[in-house]
Nanobody
Framework: QVQLVESGGGLVQAGGSLRLSCAAS????????MGWFRQAPGKEREFVAS???????YYADSVKGRFTISRDNAKNMVYLQMNSLRPEDTAVYSC?????????????????WGQGTQVTVSS
């Protein structure tokens, strides 16, 4: 069983940057796909970015060119570097693991979720 814990959220001004981290325990992540999702108040959860077992990456159109997902399998860590943040990026960000390794956009592909970390971008 894998457990995921996010960190790195906080309050930043528009145009600023944050790096979110997702630490895994219980199992290694080397063969897992990993994704980041976010949910803002009053909105449904949405896909942000993902990275497959082979380190292919995918991004929502809204974050492409601003966010970068990466993984360090030796450390059992996944990261989301967020640059040029906008107020509309404000949400709770959660990392998730997909044991199939393909890291699709659909949240139903992911079997394990972290507790989430709040990102607030002021205008």
């Amino acid at each position: 069983q894998v457990q995921l814990v996010e960190s790195g959220g906080g309050l930043v001004q528009a145009g600023g940057s944050l790096r979110l981290s997702c630490a895994a325990s219980g199992r290694t992540l080397s063969s897992y796909g990993m994704g980041w999702f976010r949910q803002a108040p009053g909105k449904e959860r949405e896909f942000v970015a993902s990275i497959t077992w082979s380190s292919s990456t995918y991004y929502a159109d809204s974050v492409k060119g601003r966010f970068t997902i990466s993984r360090d399998n030796a450390k059992n860590m996944v990261y989301l570097q967020m640059n040029s943040l906008r107020p509309e990026d404000t949400a709770v960000y959660s990392c998730a693991a997909d044991r199939t390794g393909w890291a699709g956009r659909n949240a139903l592909n992911y079997h394990t979720w972290g507790q989430g970390t709040q990102v607030t971008v002021s205008s």
